[in-house]
């Protein structure tokens, strides 16, 4: 089997994202900690990579973009609530 870069891109994403699954599940992630966000965001990017680089499926597209935009959302909230609570006189 020959698997090319943005095929080992979607299974390391995939990895990523299933792996922040369960251990949000398994209580070891806080789902607003940055970790569980990061891996979010960093595997929706590889299943992207994987989805417009290699055998494109519009659905499967449509929902790795909606993951990873709110996994920037996640991480964009979290940097202004820490931001906001450490001016806070």
């Known amino acids: 089997m020959n698997l090319f870069w943005h095929d080992w891109a979607g299974l390391i994403g995939v990895a990523l994202v299933l ?3 369960f251990l949000l599940q398994a209580h070891k992630l806080s789902g607003q900690g940055y970790p569980y966000q ?3 965001l960093v595997g929706a990017f590889g299943i992207l990579l994987s989805l417009i680089f ?3 499926n519009l659905s499967a597209f449509l929902q790795e973009l ?5 996994s920037v959302y996640g991480i ?3 940097v202004r609530a820490r ?4 001016v806070v006189p």
């Open 19 to 21: 792996l922040a699954f």
């Open 38 to 40: 990061w891996m979010n």
């Open 54 to 56: 290699g055998m494109f």
């Open 66 to 70: 909606a993951w990873f935009l709110i």
């Open 76 to 78: 964009v909230r979290g």
């Open 83 to 86: 931001k906001a609570a450490t």
